[in-house]
């Protein structure tokens, strides 16, 4: 297989059109049109399919492009790596994290991060939605309970699970209790348990918030009881602002780190998962919890 056409594949693959990559390789257009098709001819594959004005990855070129990209980048890094003789961990780091735990800590692990590895440029974005990994250029995700996917690897480095809180002066009276809850949850009842019983609680849904800091402070305000992970709550319950009535079962979530091979790990990475484990090493919503208010 020729390398270079493999290359150029790649590049254009990874900006979504022959005229895109030339522009920003500084490359003709053409030479890269003709390195594809030689490179489909070799493989015996279309790799793209090629619409009037848009340019799209058949499932092959898909397969391919996720495959290879990752593996020229590291190339290029050992590559770097080598030249300048030294092992420093350098680059750009790409990181996308739900909304929640970036909230909770990722400035100060991205502080940390940067401070271990000043030559590594980190961007980190908030986003709850199950972002592409090869088609928005993210190096790594962070997830609640992912769905198994081929393409990637990763591991959990925490755990949490669902409580559930009241203001102090909120009772358990046996009538339905005020909820505060998110979005579209239209739950009629909770299921809680104890260390002694397990009940159920018909709920009155008194307010919607779109995020869970924004439940946690009506509660703490005293609007009613909400669902909440224990990492968010656990200082609250531990100085008495809130009470917890108990826990939700089957609630038990992980947070995982995913990337898209485990071969050529790239090394900036290899060093934010290291961060990840020194950060959380029992994996506990408590550890999480200190972010807070450290």
Not at 135 to 163: K, N, Q, S, T, W
């Amino acid at each position: 297989m020729d390398l270079l056409a493999l290359a150029d594949f790649v590049l254009v693959a990874r900006h979504g059109g022959f005229g895109k990559a030339a522009r920003a390789a500084r490359r003709p257009k053409a030479t890269l049109s003709r390195r594809v098709a030689d490179l489909e001819a070799a493989l015996d594959l279309r790799l793209f399919e090629r619409g009037r004005r848009d340019l799209k990855l058949t499932e092959e070129g898909r397969a391919l492009f996720e495959r290879a990209g990752a593996l020229l980048t590291e190339l290029e890094e050992t590559a770097a790596v080598i030249a300048s003789g030294s092992e420093r961990v350098r680059g750009r780091l790409q990181i996308s994290a739900p909304l929640l735990f970036a909230q909770m800590s990722m400035g100060r692990l991205a502080a940390e991060f940067t401070r271990r590895y000043p030559e590594v440029r980190l961007e980190v974005t908030a986003d709850d939605r199950a972002v592409d990994m090869i088609e928005e250029g993210y190096d790594l995700v962070i997830r609640v309970d992912p769905a198994a996917d081929e393409a990637l690897v990763g591991r959990p480095f925490l755990h949490d699970r669902l409580v559930i809180v009241a203001a102090i002066d909120k009772r358990l009276d046996g009538g339905p209790v005020a909820a505060v809850v998110r979005g579209g949850d239209g739950a009629q009842e909770w299921t809680l348990t104890t260390s002694e019983t397990t009940m159920k609680l018909a709920v009155d849904p008194v307010l919607r918030l779109s995020s869970l800091v924004m439940i946690r402070d009506a509660v703490r305000a005293g609007a009613g009881a909400a669902r909440l992970p224990l990492s968010l709550v656990s200082r609250d319950i531990a100085n008495g602002r809130l009470v917890h009535w108990g826990d939700v079962p089957g609630s038990d979530v992980a947070l995982w780190a995913l990337y898209p091979s485990r071969r050529l790990l790239n090394a900036r990475v290899s060093a934010f998962l290291d961060l990840l484990r020194q950060s959380f090493p029992q994996a506990a919503p408590e550890e999480l919890a200190a972010y807070l208010d450290a």
